[in-house]
């Protein structure tokens, strides 16, 4: 399985971001895609999740309402709309895919796959 995330950028706060994650190498089925970021000197920590199924989407309340998530079952991709962008976005961003229940989208340790991550940095 092999994820490429891509779509990374510098832009000013308020600004808009598409981060782009395209999969292949597997069924994902029943999987979920997730998005990450670790800022410096920071865990990781989540952003959001995508069952591939059905679509149900989870985010973390510090992006709420300004991050969405969506895909593209045709090119295998899923896709990070960032809006509204703050300095306290900024960081590296990676998707992931795996299968966690719903109650534990947010955890990292559950994905088994990781694209090489892509960097965001949002200008004050």
């Known amino acids: 399985v092999q994820l490429q995330a891509s779509g990374g950028g510098l832009v000013q706060t308020g600004g808009s971001l598409r981060l782009s994650c395209a999969f292949s190498?597997?069924?994902?089925?029943?999987?979920?895609i997730g998005w990450f970021r670790q800022a410096p000197g920071k865990e990781r920590e989540f952003v959001g999740a995508?069952?591939?199924?059905?679509?149900?989407?989870r985010y973390a309340d510090s992006v709420k309402d300004r991050f969405t998530i969506s895909k593209d079952s045709a090119k295998n991709t899923v896709y990070l709309e960032m809006n509204s962008l703050k300095p306290d976005d900024t960081a590296v961003y990676y998707c992931?895919?795996?299968?966690?229940?719903?109650?534990?989208?947010?955890?990292?340790?559950?994905?088994?796959?990781w694209g090489q991550g892509t960097q965001v940095t949002v200008s004050s």
């Open positions: 992931a895919v795996g299968r966690p229940p719903l109650s534990a989208y947010d955890q990292a340790g559950l994905y088994l796959f």
């Open positions: 190498g597997g069924s994902f089925r029943n999987y979920k």
């Open positions: 995508i069952n591939w199924n059905g679509g149900t989407t």
